[in-house]
């Protein structure tokens, strides 16, 4: 017949025949002197003073467990601040795991690995990409031309529900390639508004020094030589004054340095909260029918405008604006060009059908948009140098008009 055997005590409980335990931890001692050496060794910051009879200061006690539980949080926090402050990093391009240059040649690889893409392309490919490093232009290979005169032809016919629309003066579309995908919309933005303001006689004297449109290391070093001329320093030390070689995101701000930085006259507007119904922004829209239209009154349908497009910026992504479309109804349809789309997707707009299905890619209504906050960033003329000198000193404290 089996033995009951005794349940087992909480700890400090002491059975018969039993070595003695500590009545803090529960740790089994073999004599009452080693136990007696345990408890001061191991929790003498738990006993009272002398003379205390070795009774637990309840008030010291907690104090002392509170202080662990402070630390223990301040320490789980600390670490999860240094992990989402790596996230942020990586998420931004700031983590220091190379550039253009890097991420290209490690995406060829993996096509490579995955069988599509055969190894004399890849050489191929990498040979071209170093010449435009070397040389510091785009290599073109992700531009399209001729949209915007497409566009032209395409409204002079259409007759179903547009009333009037106006339209930036020739831009070409250029989209991310492996070497910028996931990090790259701002600098190709930047590339769109340049390809217009290059087919622009009227900046012809700004841009003497930028005949042809820039990789995209040779504008994150352009944007570095705005911040060492004094433009936005606030700006320059989120980025350690360096881009060139990361992935890092760039926005608004960096766009308008650059540019003045090349005597182009620029303003940031921000339309920093929504002015319509369900999280919409038509004073966004508003604003955008006025830049087009303010010099351009005539009756004309069709309006083709010497204006250049404009730099569109919502939190995680950037765009730019082409044109605008007023509806029979009077409501307003603007015309984006994204780098996410594709050469192939762009070109199908080059074969416009009659029925305008292929401008689904660029036209974003009123309830299309309906991010917190939108910054655009609008050109409007040169500037003389003192000119210059005086919106560098003013970037000090970059500024924006905020609408409403």
């Known amino acids: 017949m089996e033995t009951a055997r005794p349940e087992p005590g909480p700890p400090g409980c002491h059975r018969p025949?039993?070595?003695p335990e500590c009545p803090f931890c529960g740790e089994a001692a073999g004599r009452e002197l080693e136990l007696e050496e345990h408890v001061r060794a191991r929790h003498g910051h738990l006993l009272g003073a002398p003379g205390a009879?070795?009774?637990?200061?309840?008030?010291?006690?907690?104090?002392?467990?509170?202080?662990?539980?402070?630390?223990?949080?301040?320490s789980e926090q600390e670490k999860q601040e240094r992990e989402e402050f790596k996230k942020l990093q990586r998420q931004y391009g700031l983590d220091n795991s190379g550039g253009f240059k890097q991420q290209f040649l490690?995406?060829?690889?993996?096509?490579?690995?995955r069988g599509r893409m055969q190894p004399f392309e890849y050489h191929k490919r990498k040979a071209d990409m170093m010449e435009s490093l070397a040389s510091g232009i785009d290599d073109g290979k992700t531009k399209t031309s001729g949209v915007i005169e497409a566009l032209c032809m395409y409204y002079q016919n259409e007759n179903k529900d547009v009333r009037r629309v106006w339209l930036s003066a020739g831009v070409d579309h250029f989209h991310s390639s492996l070497g910028d995908r996931g990090w790259g919309c701002g600098y190709r933005n930047f590339q769109m508004l340049l390809s217009s303001l290059l087919q622009n006689s009227f900046y012809n004297d700004c841009l003497r020094d930028t005949a042809l449109i820039p990789s995209i290391p040779k504008i994150q070093s352009m944007i570095e030589d705005a911040w060492r001329e004094?433009?936005?320093?606030h700006g320059a030390s989120h980025f350690n004054s360096r881009l060139h070689g990361s992935k890092a995101w760039i926005g608004a701000c960096e766009i308008y340095s650059l540019l003045t930085s090349l005597r182009i006259k620029c303003q940031i507007i921000d339309f920093h909260k929504p002015t319509g119904p369900m999280g919409t922004h038509p004073r966004l829209f508003e604003w955008i029918l006025h830049y087009y239209s303010k010099d351009n009154e005539g009756g004309a349908k069709v309006v083709c405008t010497s204006k250049p497009p404009i730099y569109l910026q919502h939190q995680g992504h950037s765009r730019t604006i082409v044109g605008i479309e007023e509806k029979k109804n009077r409501s307003l349809c603007l015309l984006l060009?994204?780098?996410?789309?594709?050469?192939?997707?762009?070109?199908?707009?080059?074969?416009?059908?009659?029925?305008?299905?292929?401008?689904r890619l660029l036209r974003k209504f009123v309830g299309n948009l309906k991010e917190k906050q939108y910054q655009i960033v609008a050109v409007d003329g040169v500037l003389s140098l003192e000119e210059k000198t005086a919106r560098c000193r003013a970037s000090q404290v970059l500024t924006s008009e905020k609408i409403p």
Do not use: H, W, Y
């Open 17 to 19: 025949g039993a070595p």
């Open 53 to 74: 009879g070795g009774n637990i200061r309840d008030l010291e006690l907690a104090q002392q467990l509170q202080t662990e539980e402070d630390e223990r949080q301040r």
């Open 106 to 113: 490690k995406n060829m690889e993996r096509e490579v690995d």
């Open 230 to 233: 004094g433009f936005d320093p």
């Open 337 to 359: 060009f994204d780098p996410g789309c594709s050469s192939q997707q762009m070109q199908k707009l080059l074969k416009q059908n009659s029925d305008g299905t292929g401008l």
